[in-house]
């Protein structure tokens, strides 16, 4: 059966076609109920025959596009995929702990000796460590679960648009997605964004499904899905908790009083979901278990509502190394306002269709403005557009650390508002402002995807012409669609969606056709004034020099180590998946550059930084590896993306002095001292970020100080361009 938007026309049962109208709101027409009631005599399908077949008022190319759609995504995903090794290797070195020692899988520990936790809570990290207990590591064995979320994540925006709309609405939905660049860099890359991508995902599904019926047990899932994507990114999760809970309190077909009794019940769920390992974290005996990496007081509490919470928003993260604008609209992380999402750096990313959804979502609320308040149509554009909307608005203020990958979150809801707008728009082109509003869309799009496709004019310089005269003409068609047969009229409709994705699509394929390593990532090619590019990005902000006063060959490097990433397509790109030498050249100036702008703490060698991990050798790995059984970390270094490539080349754990930047207060120099005493660690790894950076453990940095208490009393090892400290040996003299 076929979805009607026009107000002309009504079902009259679950399965029939549409009738004449009965003055009922034309958006829900022959939607409810979705699957037949038991009393309608028709008897349910086979879960395999539905599964194969679909619905049974589908037309029967939808299931075979649906699937088709999901194949497509699988492979595009896996193309290349080890081309990015162990991606992020602070994460992979979690997921390798995680796989070795079960209590470094519970905490997300960075080593199975548990000596310190991510940044973040777990969840993310468990589908990839279980991956790597039954196939051992490798970089598909890491890889191939984010991979399946993002396959997943496109199953689920298309269930939840066809519920209430077509096949097509649905497949549009689902291809928008699939050929978003960010999305398709973060679902082949292991960072907790793609769980929760897919996790928001799931719970807007929940809550359009309870405005279906009005059971609680949608709500209550929706409640736990969120609850669950707290344990992959913390409050991050809880963005869209006020648009969802607001639609479901105005719209959901129950009572008043029943309505908030449900949202408590879901609020239940969600601290349940997310709270039982909060709370055994908590109450667990810090003596026993890892330091919380990100904390400066071993809490999680403390990491979630500061370094991963307010300070995200307000620029004030408490061991970060990058800080925010401090409320003067800018900072380190790019400046701040409600075009941010559109700038240099961050539009090729996500924003090709942002325009059009927005247009979408306002044309789609208007098409339902009669209908009545229990609409699921217009609440399905409600959930989508308001979980959007206060995405868009935060990510577009916070002053704290933000990168590019972030917006990822924003691709599935992006997607449906595409999906259902054109859709919903198409069915009433008969209608002057329908066709008029689908054309305006599609104007803006390829308006808008010529000037992000000019923004890097090297890139297919023919492409943005086709974008833009063919957005163009598609525009003019649509203008005059409802005069058109309809073969033109279709022929019309595939040049505008062709026009709206080629741009997407190409990025996503030069993407997927890249390595990506490292700690800032970014899809798509390099663009004038972003620090984009095969393989990854650069260091926010260009570098802090001039504001902490250090010294100028640093600031000279930071300048070179930018132009490294212009004209080398980027930092971090390399590692394992063959980088371009222009990549190779930007990582290394970008690397000078931070050991400037840091002030060369830890000490010496630039054996890797805050970014990227370290380059290790043969030799090192095998200096590492001798006696390796005799000690519990077979060595220490500052900063988790050091230790990471010297546990991962081993397979021995590394402590990671300091957490992520090297700036945590873990282990203090006394705990540091003891270790040494006890003979737990065979060697100080020198380099790497940390030491006196702004929000260190103590006044002096904890990791600086145990970086000079080891080079005053240690001797000194060097393998190649490395250089070790044996903590077994005293220095002579």
Known sequence: MTTHLDPTTTATTAWSPPQTPTGENAADAGREPLVPAPESGEPKQPFVRRLWRGRPEDPRWARAAFLGLLAATLVLYLYGLSASGYANSFYSAAVQAGSQSWKAFFFGSLDAANAITVDKPPASLWPMALSVRIFGLSSWAILVPEVLMGVGTVAVVYAAVRRRFSAAAGLIAGAVLALTPVAALMFRFNNPDAMLALLMAVACYFVIRALEDGRTKWLMWAGAAIGFAFLAKTLQAFLILPPLAVVYAVCAPVSVRKRFGQLAAATGALVLSGGWWVAIVELWPASSRPYIGGSQNNSFLELTFGYNGLGRLNGEETGSVGGGGGGNGGGNWGETGWDRLFGSGIGGQISWLIPAALILLVAGLVATGRARRTSVTRGSFLVWGGALLITMVVFSYMQGIFHEYYTVALAPYIAPLIGMGAVTLWELRGRAWASLTLAGATTATAVWGYVLLNR????????????????????????????????????????????????????????????????????????????????????????????????????????????????????????????????????????????????????????????????????????????????????????????????????????????????????????????????????????????????????????????AWVQANFKQVTVGSATFYDLTQKASG
Do not use: C
């Open 456 to 707: 890097s004019s090297d890139y297919l310089p023919w492409l943005k012409w086709l974008v833009l005269v063919g957005g163009l003409a598609a525009a003019l068609g649509l203008i005059f669609v409802s005069r058109l047969g309809r073969g033109l009229a279709l022929g019309v409709a595939g040049i505008g969606v062709v026009a709206a994705l080629a741009g997407p699509t190409a990025y996503t394929l030069t993407t997927v056709n890249e390595g990506h390593t490292g700690s800032i990532v970014t899809a798509g090619p390099a663009v004038a004034g972003g620090r984009g590019g095969p393989g990854g990005g650069g260091f926010p902000g260009g570098g802090r020099n001039g504001q902490n006063g250090q010294n100028q060959q640093g600031q000279q490097n930071s300048q070179q180590g930018q132009q490294g990433q212009q004209n080398g397509n980027g930092f971090p790109g390399g590692g394992f998946g063959g980088a371009m030498p222009g990549q190779q050249n930007g990582r290394q100036n970008q690397q000078n550059g931070t050991g400037g702008r840091m002030g060369g703490m830890g000490g010496g060698g630039g054996m890797g930084g805050l970014i990227n991990g370290a380059s290790v050798s043969d030799e090192a790995k095998k200096l590492l590896e001798t006696d390796s059984g005799d000690y519990t970390w077979v060595a220490a270094a500052i900063g988790a993306q050091n230790a990471a490539s010297y546990q991962l080349s081993t397979g021995d754990p590394v402590m990671a002095i300091g957490g992520f930047n090297g700036t945590d207060p873990s282990p203090t120099l006394a705990q540091f001292k003891q270790y040494v005493t006890d003979g737990k660690i065979h060697y100080f790894i020198s380099g790497g970020s940390g030491g006196g950076m702004r929000g260190s453990g103590s006044d002096n940095g904890t990791s600086a100080q145990i970086s």
